[in-house]
């Protein structure tokens, strides 16, 4: 009998590429068949993400474009998984068309739900919580040089404006066998670069054991050459931590530490529990330790009641700070958090113009950043191949072009001999 033939997209976060692996492992086992092409499959999964309106739109636009598809196939199966499966439940159903509809936490059912809707031909609508952590699953590992390895799953520091609580349920960590386990299966499919995440990985915890204790033991581990983790929340950074990550041997220097925003009172009705002050002396401490650390941060404005004034605190800290990159966004209410609650809301055109300029400024150092490079020597790595060009990319996490024939999961030294825009060129020094 033909196996029957799955899709699957992933949009948002590294958890939900995490995840898809995990699926795709469940499919598998079960007898499915993954495809890479959308056209050929029976069944297509979106593993979504409700952190902003826009990645919601984004999702509900494809949806509709697979309901159109359905009128010519209408055997597909779509399946909407993830966050916005938690947060609408049988509203993805009714109107959107989706015939499954399941959170995160229920995965493991997919084989069965597929099953269940082909005989009854009924949406199939899961999206309990429970303290699912994916134990015994090693997710699928393709042809990969970088992999993803999750260690905690949730959240519990309810920042008032995020809905990852209320999506996700509350915080659990994985054992450490099991992380473990998946580092070495991501080795033994030829994986050099490895990232542990978590909605905050330095809330992990295990047998006794803590977040750098953990960090040691992977990091002990043979086969592989980089370790990176995300996303650390700033109110648990410590001195510690970069004492402890100098001593590691294949930490890559780079740490994606959310800032938001850069006003104390702002901070405050995020609930985010560090101030601005703390949060520069924490960045600055790490430089001192780490001199060639990178640090990446999520900045968002526009949160209710946002002044002129909190906006410049925000801009005093990126302008001090000189972050090696930052994700921007705009504060989008998310349902039933604390934030609804926070009045008055900032105008949509002051919001969009705060923004721009967020961006203006971020982009003219990110630009200044990557011209500091030029004619650095960097160790890369080589991840992927588009025509006769190949992305590497450096400890500190920078993607770096090379227009000379490498191989994709080697390491190489290079030298940055010119930076187009911000995208630095190398060329490479030990063939
Ligand atoms: N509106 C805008 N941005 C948000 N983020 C989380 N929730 C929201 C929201 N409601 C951003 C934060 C977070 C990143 C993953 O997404 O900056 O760090
Ligand atoms: Fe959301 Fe805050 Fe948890 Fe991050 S730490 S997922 S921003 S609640």
């Known amino acids: 009998m033909n196996r029957e033939k799955y899709y699957i ?3 948002g976060c590294q958890m939900n590429l995490y995840e898809a692996d995990v699926i795709s492992s469940i499919m598998d086992k079960a007898g499915f068949a993954q495809v890479s092409n959308e056209r050929e499959a029976d069944i297509v ?3 979504t993400c409700s952190v902003r309106n826009h990645a919601e739109n984004r999702v509900l636009g494809r949806l509709n474009s697979l309901k159109q598809l359905k009128k010519s196939k209408p055997d597909l199966i779509i399946g909407i998984l993830g966050c ?4 609408y439940k049988g509203k993805l159903s009714n109107g959107h068309g989706a015939d499954l509809v399941v959170g995160p936490d229920e995965y493991r059912r997919l084989p069965e739900l597929v099953n269940k809707f082909t005989q009854v031909h009924k949406p199939q609508i899961q999206t309990e919580f429970n303290t699912e952590n994916y134990e015994g699953i090693l997710p699928k590992v393709v042809n990969k040089t970088t992999g993803f390895v999750s260690i905690m799953r949730g959240c519990n520091n309810y920042c008032s404006y995020c809905i990852v609580p209320y999506v996700r349920g509350r915080e659990r960590s994985k054992p450490k066998e099991q992380v473990i386990q998946e580092v070495n299966n991501l080795i033994n499919n030829g994986v050099k670069d490895i990232t542990l995440v978590g909605q905050n990985v330095l809330a992990w915890n295990g047998d006794g054991l803590k977040f750098l204790d953990l960090l040691k033991i992977v990091d002990g581990i043979s086969g592989f050459d980089r370790l990176r983790f995300i996303t650390s929340h700033p109110k648990d950074l410590t001195i510690k931590h970069f004492d402890v990550l100098l001593t590691l041997k294949k930490f890559c220097p780079n740490i994606h530490l959310p800032l938001q925003s850069g006003s ?3 901070l405050n009705l995020m609930n985010r529990g560090y101030t601005k002050e703390e ?3 924490k960045v600055k401490k790490g430089r001192e330790i780490i001199p ?5 941060t999520d900045v968002m404005v526009g949160f209710p009641t946002e002044t002129d004034d909190d906006f410049k605190d925000t801009l005093d800290v990126i302008e001090q700070l000189k972050f090696d990159f930052a994700y921007m966004f705009k504060y989008s209410e998310r349902p039933n958090t604390k934030a609804c609650e926070i009045k008055p809301q900032v105008n949509e055109t002051v919001s969009q113009q705060r923004l721009t300029k967020l961006i203006e400024i971020q982009n003219q150092i990110t630009n200044e950043k990557s011209k500091e490079l030029l004619d650095k020597t960097l160790e890369v790595l080589v991840e992927s191949k ?3 060009q190949f992305y590497a990319r450096t400890k500190t996490n920078k993607v770096v072009i090379i227009k000379e024939p490498v191989e994709t999961g080697k390491t190489y030294l290079c030298k940055v001999i010119r930076v187009a825009g911000w995208t630095p060129i190398g060329k490479i020094i030990n063939n």
Do not use: C, E, K, P
């Open 9 to 11: 997209r992933a949009y």
């Open 45 to 47: 999964y979106l593993v």
């Open 84 to 87: 916005m499966a938690q947060n």
């Open 264 to 266: 104390n009172r702002i």
């Open 279 to 281: 949060y520069i002396q």
């Open 292 to 296: 060639d650390i990178s640090f990446t």
């Open 386 to 388: 588009n025509g006769v």
